[in-house]
């Protein structure tokens, strides 16, 4: 129930497509969904984060789009760039409880084509 | 916005040395730190949840006498991995949390036992 599970595991697209990442979760009291992008070498990096009181958040490039009732959410990367080329990681809390921990998905490894 | 500090960035040791990796919150103090343990091409898995002036509570399968946990202040937290073994190798981070602020990652440490 605390599983996170995301895919696609690799994503190759093409510079300027839109590269779009999906996660599903079971644990409906989680209410707290952030993104994450990690370089090697690096520790990860909020990208953008959202709540469930809301269906999309955009900001910039980066859309969040969720769905309560189907218990998904998914990151969409438009005009793709092959800086954005990096692992993005999504993840899941119980967020407004104090020490809840992050629940991470697996992990998709993005390759932006120039 | 918030900054985590990890020190060191990497660190190569003996096999049955110790090493100790900081971690520290510079803007804020964190209610609550995280670490975690990340193997190549994988997601992060977390070792161990502590609050300050705590002890630390470790995840199953995580031997807390060998991985040392002290959160001695808000701003401070420190992870020492005792009489280290070639498959402690890894990449160690931290993150740092302040209820309802989210999360924020160090940049993350690889260690190497030789």
């Known amino acids: 129930q605390q599983q996170v599970k995301q895919s696609p595991q690799s994503l190759i697209v093409q510079k300027g497509g839109i590269s779009i990442i999906n996660c599903a979760y079971e644990?409906?009291?989680?209410?707290?969904f952030p993104w994450y992008q990690q370089f090697p070498g690096k520790g990860p990096a909020l990208l953008i984060a959202?709540?469930?009181?809301?269906s999309e958040k955009k900001e910039g490039r980066f859309t969040i789009s969720f769905n309560k009732s189907a218990k998904q959410f998914s990151l969409h990367i438009m005009d793709s760039q092959p800086g954005d080329s990096a692992t993005y990681f999504c993840?899941?809390?119980?967020?407004?409880?104090?020490?809840?921990?992050?629940?991470f998905g697996e992990g998709t490894q993005l390759t932006v084509n120039p | 916005g918030a900054v985590v500090s990890q020190h060191p960035s990497w660190v190569i040791c003996k096999s049955g040395t110790s090493v100790k990796i900081e971690c520290r919150s510079l803007?804020?103090?964190?209610?609550?730190m995280f670490w975690y343990r990340q193997f190549p091409k994988q997601s992060l898995m977390l070792m161990a949840t502590?609050?300050?002036?705590?002890?630390?509570?470790?995840e199953q399968g995580v031997e807390k006498d060998k991985f040392l946990i002290n959160h001695a202040s808000l701003t401070l937290s420190t992870l020492t991995v005792t009489s280290a073994h070639p498959e402690d190798s890894s990449f160690y981070i931290c993150?740092?949390?302040?209820?309802?602020?989210?999360?924020?990652f160090g940049s993350g440490t690889r260690l190497t036992v030789v």
């Open positions: 993150s740092a949390s302040l209820q309802g602020y989210g999360y924020t």
């Open positions: 644990n409906t009291a989680f209410d707290y």
């Open positions: 959202i709540r469930p009181d809301v």
């Open positions: 993840a899941a809390s119980t967020g407004k409880t104090s020490g809840s921990r992050l629940t």
């Open positions: 803007d804020f103090q964190a209610t609550t």
């Open positions: 502590s609050n300050e002036g705590s002890k630390a509570t470790y």
